[in-house]
């Protein structure tokens, strides 16, 4: 019996611990969700097929070698191998050939080795595009984490402040009953406290939605035991506005992934180019071939003195084997246009990727104006925020006192904390549209996200 409570107690312990749930910090969110997104695995299988490409690219400069052998049964007229006499009658001879045969590509318009290059610069743009992937994935993380911050901030305040008209719903409804407050009071009071609980389950919901949504970004589907750390972060101190959104440009396109991929394009399209031309050019193979082979026919003596023989397989082998080496030049004169319109085809596509390029820089300088333009409205909308937070405490403050003492009605006491509750919600909504903001535009500066 003692050795049964002793497991159950170790049972409950275990399940204990492991049901205690997992709290994430930004950077362990991050961190998983780019180890673990799907779409991360299927371009990483994507760049897996890239570097196979580039040795099937190396491989076509080599040279190859093939082996072969036949076998064969022939009833009737024979020729016979070892005198090249007919020979009369049904007879049923075996002959069987083999041998090895190597071709190389000696001179193909250097398309071979352009078309290695080619899968190094694929392999590059592969790379450039897996980078981009993941710097999207880690903005849109970051973003869902700060506002599942800013619900749960929210809904802290939205909990307070139902506790403190709690309080009040008390001690009016004591004034009510002694004949001191009219009813008309705890009315007010008891429809502030019904919103106040209202705005408490909206904010729960929001909580559990924005936690669901930052889940689904990691894929976790165990939403329920999923959290993140309770952590609550003021706005980070930062020096990235002492950089016009020129330099801050100028940096990003030094490293931005999705500019590099955007270039690796081009390269390929130029690349693609040259390949093209290429055909253009005269083809130049070198062969070499070994064969021998064997028969059982038997004839008549090659000296004319009569009887027959078979030299053995092994003397055959050496007697009737040979080599054969060479060249074959082939030159284009026409194809019905192929080439040429391969090549208008391949300009055609330089051009698209080097306009796409172009368009790819305007966008990313658009992008980083419009982050540089937020950072400075969402801090100037953050600090009006709090000064607009502030004198509304001060205004509930007086409004309370006067309230206590009977100078102020339940409906202009309720407007006064419905003003602090707005000011409570837009100060926290402002705060976390600032954090967003400000790391974005680090990010474009080559900062990683993160909010210590």
């Given at each position: 019996m003692r050795h049964k409570l002793t497991l159950l107690l170790i049972i409950g312990t275990f399940f204990a611990m492991n049901g205690q749930m997992k709290k994430w910090t930004l950077e362990e969110c991050v961190t998983y969700a780019v180890d673990n997104n799907l779409s991360i695995e299927q371009f990483e299988l994507d760049l897996e097929n890239v570097k196979i490409d580039e040795s099937d690219a190396l491989g076509n400069l080599l040279p190859n070698l093939n082996a072969n052998a036949s076998a064969s049964k022939n009833v009737g007229f024979t020729i016979v191998s070892t005198s090249n006499a007919p020979v009369a009658g049904n007879q049923s001879t075996f002959n069987s050939n083999g041998g090895f045969n190597s071709n190389v590509t000696l001179f193909n318009g250097l398309r071979n080795i352009k078309q290695m290059q080619r899968a190094k610069l694929n392999a590059i743009s592969s790379q450039y595009r897996l980078d981009d992937l993941k710097d999207d994935i880690r903005l849109n993380v970051a973003n869902a984490y700060l506002q599942?911050?800013?619900?749960?901030?929210?809904?802290?305040?939205?909990?307070?402040q139902y506790e403190v008209t709690e309080q009040d719903l008390n001690r009016i409804n004591e004034l009510v009953e002694s004949g001191v407050s009219p009813r008309g009071d705890l009315l007010e009071i008891e429809a502030t406290a019904a919103n106040q609980q209202q705005q408490v389950v909206n904010g729960e919901s929001l909580v559990l939605i924005s936690r669901v949504n930052l889940a689904q970004l990691l894929q976790i589907t165990d939403y329920e035991n999923f959290d993140i750390a309770d952590e609550s972060f003021d706005v980070p101190p930062s020096d990235i506005l002492d950089n016009s959104a020129k330099v801050i440009f100028d940096k990003a396109l030094t490293f931005r992934n999705d500019i590099k991929f955007s270039q690796s394009n081009v390269d390929l399209a130029s690349k693609d180019l040259e390949i093209a031309k290429g055909a253009y050019l005269p083809t130049l193979t070198g062969f070499f071939n070994y064969g021998t082979?064997?028969?059982?026919?038997t004839g008549p003596l090659p000296d004319g003195a009569g009887g027959t023989f078979t030299p053995g397989f092994i003397d055959q082998l050496w007697i009737f084997d040979g080599i054969s080496y060479g060249a074959q030049l082939n030159v284009?004169?026409?194809?019905?246009w192929n080439t040429r319109n391969n090549v208008r085809r391949?300009?055609?596509s330089l051009k698209r990727a080097e306009l796409q390029f172009e368009q790819d820089k305007l966008a990313l300088e658009s992008t980083v104006q419009q982050a540089y333009v937020d950072v400075n409205t969402f801090e100037k909308a953050y600090e009006a925020a709090l000064k607009t937070l502030e004198a509304r405490r001060l205004a509930y403050d007086y409004a309370k006192e006067?309230?206590?003492?009977?100078?102020?009605?339940?409906?202009d006491f309720s407007q006064a904390q419905a003003r602090v509750d707005n000011a409570e919600a837009s100060a926290i909504r402002t705060k976390y549209d600032y954090i967003f903001r400000l790391k974005i535009l680090e990010f474009y500066f080559g900062i990683p996200i993160s909010l210590n």
């Open positions: 599942v911050l800013s619900n749960k901030e929210a809904l802290k305040v939205s909990r307070a082979r064997y028969s059982d026919a284009p004169i026409f194809n019905g391949s300009k055609i006067r309230f206590d003492v009977g100078l102020m009605n339940s409906f």
